[in-house]
């Protein structure tokens, strides 16, 4: 079974530009999370879409962090402008269902995004 | 946002030794969760918790669900040198959107 795709694997960008990573969630998987792990930090949910649904993003800087999932598959989340504190890992992860037996949780590798 | 409390924040150890590590949360938690990342990966499920009091084993990892549901511990016994990471608890609250909590992490070093 393949398991969570993303790309790109890294990227460098300068403040104020744009930025975009996408996710290729596990194959029937209706959950799908995006998280921000700065170094030293454990990750940090920023959205979380119940099949092309938003179910949570109260951690979302909505100014400047977008996503969306829009045939309930794969996802892209957006970061425009972005600051130098957004340097981080953008992982993405994506379960059977929210809670309950099949939340199990399944990580892609992340993007690691450097802002200069 | 909130993050919970792992001790220790670090640790280096001989291969073969036990090692142990835990998690504490000011919030109540009805499951708790235990993950491994590698440099460059995701992180890694390795057991999970849901009952309180509850002891789970994994191979050589044994994890409890603290009776109180504010903490939880991990155990890993006869380290070897694949064991090298860093384990991050996570809880998820019976309230709210439940979303996954992060531990702040414990990076494991094992000298072979």
């Known amino acids: 079974e393949a398991g969570v795709a993303q790309s790109p694997r890294y990227k460098i960008i300068e403040k104020r530009q744009s930025v975009a990573f996408w996710c290729n969630p596990i194959?029937?998987?209706?959950?799908l999370y995006w998280y921000q792990q700065i170094l030293g930090q454990g990750p940090k949910l920023l959205i979380q879409f119940q099949n092309n649904g938003v179910v949570d993003d109260s951690q979302l800087p909505k100014d400047r962090f977008s996503a969306e999932r829009l045939k309930g598959v794969d996802s892209t989340l957006k970061i425009q402008p972005a600051k130098l504190e957004d340097s981080a890992v953008y992982l993405c992860a994506s379960s059977l269902v929210s809670a309950g037996v099949g939340e199990t949780q399944y990580f892609g590798p992340g993007t690691r995004l450097l802002v200069l | 946002g909130q993050q919970l409390n792992q001790s220790p924040q670090s640790m280096f150890i001989q291969e073969g030794e036990d090692v142990s590590m835990n998690c504490t949360s000011s919030?109540?938690?009805?499951?708790w969760l235990w993950y491994k990342q590698d440099p460059g990966e995701g992180p890694v499920l390795l057991i999970a918790?849901?009952?309180?009091?509850e002891l789970t084993s994994n191979g050589r990892l044994t994890a409890q669900f603290g009776i109180t549901r504010k903490d939880s511990f991990l155990n890993i016994s006869a380290s070897i040198p694949s064991d090298v990471g860093i384990y991050f608890c996570a809880g998820r609250m019976n309230t709210g959107f439940q979303k996954l909590v992060f531990g702040t992490g414990t990076r494991l070093l094992v000298s072979p």
């Open positions: 194959s029937g998987h209706a959950t």
């Open positions: 919030s109540i938690f009805n499951t």
């Open positions: 918790l849901y009952k309180a009091g």
